[in-house]
């Protein structure tokens, strides 16, 4: 019991420390002022509020693509990294969104725009979406997010008509308190705390009132013979205001509904008709500011599949980008302060951009490209990240397994390369980065192709990581169902490909092109389960590393135009030129590359030296490779390939030995047993033919 009670404690400290200290805090509108002159900031309008968000998480800068990471999304550091994003066009994406909304900040024109996130289904624009609410309602909980609203006090001591219920009334558009101040004093404020002001963007506000706060201060000052000061310190009170979703504050998100039900005040607002009776329909008092739009005030409106809307339903949106105004139906214009964000998938933009009667709602978006991940690498931790997540069973995902299933998702996204030099697959690798295995391919020059070929963009097609998760996810089961406790490359593929054409967003048209891709993907596979048991037969690190030693002995003497001496006779010899090149040609280098790759590992080797290293052939993992190969091609011929496949036919303390080493490399013994069988019916069947 004392435990229970311990812990409730604990919780209940926890939930307090949540909270802003002073969320339930009430300040005079004398304090308001003396805060924005000792911190100007807690007057920024939404896009700079936004701007500064993404900025306060953490930002790391990629050189080499000139992107800017933002650690919200890369590393996600309030969720302790659950909802991370992967992949070089992803976060092209999301720099792109923070620039238009920086932009904005400095009243450039984005903030008169909709952002609208651009891309095929599951490519992640929704989880980004859903990040960026997210993490802007913990940045306004703390102290670098802050700002204030204001409520209506002692209403009914003036208004002889005020319901009793209304006695006190918040800002019903949560507004900024320095909308208060006539416009004069208002720029004169606004000048000084501007002075300042260490941000990049002028802090400005000429918003009117809404119609029901323009009411009371109109009564009031009549009350006070207008004495704006009596208003502001008998009437008003100023509080912090921190987002939530749920609570619709400052935040919301719009769904589409049904064509025939679809209503504007379901986006500006509409009459309470509860105090129709106490008002009158037409006093600004009986207006229900529940709409979208109003809700979102100071902060963020998530419009998902925004496209999908009516066409007249989107003409609200024209004023609320373009005028920063909403017009609810029987009310004057209402200013509103907020970043749009609108979603859509391929279908509805095609639609809405041949539509001729959309083109001023064209006209006020800013497209912003979220195309599928195109690094399967970086798809791989998509997959990852969703067993993470979840409740696994205890069953070892094998080797190379969600690499794979990367790389056949990759395979269905990027275009076809117009180079007949260029592999689809070569293509796929050099995206992932693997540039030293062709070094002789261009990325920039295949992504510029892409660019022209494709319709809309490369990655904005193909299979989405849904349908190869689910895969996944089934194949995971199918293996504890037979009681395997591993799942492999070779399981993933099946499932795979028996579902291609029973998965509703893969058209008829391309599942001969997808069969296809996915034979080069076990292709692939192959490869890799051959290179990882070539490592587990063939290696030695005592022989490696004085293959290694050799090498660079060579190699500097060729450099430097020496002689070597020979490792028998001690003699002084030329530089064993046919030693080298079987050492380079295990990596597929031509003979006029060799000289290339010499010098780089001889600077390498220097490199270290001057580090202080000592020569390790292992800590350089291209000529670790080409090491491990051909050591492998001088012991291959003493191993009995077909044995592998039968444990019957060989010695098994010698096939434990190499499950063992298959072991280290991340397999379970089951999954050892079987890669060993697979890879050596391969090598044993290419022996044959050979």
Not at 153 to 174: E, G, K
Not at 224 to 237: K, T
Not at 456 to 477: L, T
Request: charged share 35%; glycine share 6%; net charge negative.
């Amino acid at each position: 019991m004392n435990d229970t009670h311990d812990t409730l404690a604990e919780l209940s400290r926890e939930y307090r420390d949540a909270i802003p200290a002073d969320l339930r805090e009430y300040h005079t509108f004398g304090w308001y002022l003396d805060e924005l002159y000792s911190n100007p900031k807690v007057a920024r309008n939404a896009h700079q509020r936004v701007a500064d968000m993404f900025d306060y998480y953490g930002t790391e800068y990629d050189e080499d693509d000139g992107v800017v990471e933002y650690e919200l999304a890369s590393e996600d550091p309030v969720n302790d990294g659950e909802n991370t994003f992967y992949g070089r066009v992803i976060h092209e994406a999301i720099h792109e969104f923070v620039n238009k909304v920086k932009s904005g900040a400095r009243g450039l024109g984005p903030q008169k725009r909709i952002k609208l996130l651009l891309g095929p289904v599951g490519s992640g624009k929704s989880d980004f979406d859903r990040q960026v609410r997210r993490y802007y309602e913990d940045y306004t909980r703390r102290d670098d997010g802050r700002m204030y609203t204001f409520r209506w006090t002692n209403l009914c001591d003036v208004i002889p008509d005020q319901d009793p219920a209304d006695d006190v009334v918040r800002s019903p558009m949560n507004q900024d308190p320095i909308v208060l101040l006539p416009q004069e004093q208002r720029d004169r404020v606004l000048e000084e705390i501007n002075e300042e002001l260490d941000a990049p963007y002028t802090i400005r506000n000429e918003q009117s009132l809404d119609p029901a706060s323009e009411f009371y201060m109109d009564r009031l000052l009549a009350h006070y013979d207008d004495d704006l000061q009596a208003v502001l310190e008998n009437h008003v009170e100023v509080m912090r205001l921190v987002a939530d979703e749920n609570m619709r504050q400052a935040i919301e998100t719009f769904e589409p509904k049904d064509k025939k039900n679809q209503d504007e005040t379901e986006l500006t607002g509409d009459v309470n008709y509860s105090k129709i009776a106490i008002y009158g329909e037409s006093d600004p008092r009986a207006f229900d500011y529940s709409g979208a739009f109003c809700n979102a005030n100071r902060g963020l409106f998530s419009g998902e599949e925004l496209l999908k809307l009516q066409r007249e339903f989107l003409y609200d949106f024209l004023h609320a980008t373009q005028e920063q105004t909403i017009k609810p139906k029987n009310n004057p214009r209402i200013d509103i302060d907020q970043v749009i964000v609108g979603r859509t998938n391929m279908p509805e933009y095609k639609d809405k951009k041949g539509d001729e009667k959309m083109e001023a709602f064209n006209d006020r978006t800013k497209r912003i490209d979220f195309p599928y991940v195109l690094q399967y690498e970086a798809e791989a931790r998509i997959y990852r990240k969703m067993l993470r997540n979840a409740d696994l069973p205890d069953i070892i995902v094998e080797p190379h397994t969600l690499e794979m299933a990367g790389l056949f998702g990759v395979l269905t996204r990027i275009e076809e390369p117009d180079s007949g030099t260029v592999s689809l697959v070569q293509k796929a690798k050099a995206y992932n980065g693997e540039i030293d295995e062709a070094e002789d391919i261009d990325v920039r020059k295949l992504r510029d192709e892409a660019a022209e070929s494709a319709e809309i963009g490369e990655g904005m097609e193909g299979v989405s990581p849904r349908f190869i998760g689910d895969e996944i996810a089934e194949a995971i089961m199918d293996s504890m169902h037979r009681s395997r406790d591993f799942l492999s490359p070779l399981t993933t593929f099946n499932h795979l490909e028996e579902n291609i054409e029973n998965h509703g967003s893969i058209p008829e048209e391309r599942f001969e092109t997808y069969h296809r891709y996915l034979e080069l993907v076990r292709e692939e596979y192959k490869e890799r389960a051959i290179e990882d048991v070539r490592h587990a037969l063939a290696y030695d690190v005592d022989e490696i590393q004085r293959q290694g030693e050799k090498y660079m002995d060579h190699v500097m003497a060729y450099i430097d135009d020496d002689t070597v001496e020979d490792e028998i006779t001690g003699r002084e010899q030329e530089p064993d030129e046919q030693f080298l090149r079987s050492v380079e040609e295990k990596l597929d280098l031509p003979e006029d590359r060799k000289d290339d790759f010499r010098q780089e590992v001889s600077n390498w080797v220097s490199r270290r030296a001057r580090e202080g290293d000592t020569f390790n052939p292992q800590d350089n993992d291209r000529l670790r490779r080409a090491l491990e190969r051909k050591l492998w091609e001088d012991k291959k011929h003493n191993i009995n390939f077909s044995a592998l496949v039968s444990s019957g036919e060989m010695d098994d303390e010698e096939r434990n030995q190499w499950i063992d080493a298959l072991i280290e490399q991340g397999y379970s013994e089951d999954g050892a047993a079987e890669v060993l069988e697979f890879a050596g019916a391969e090598v044993a069947k290419s022996e044959m033919e050979e």
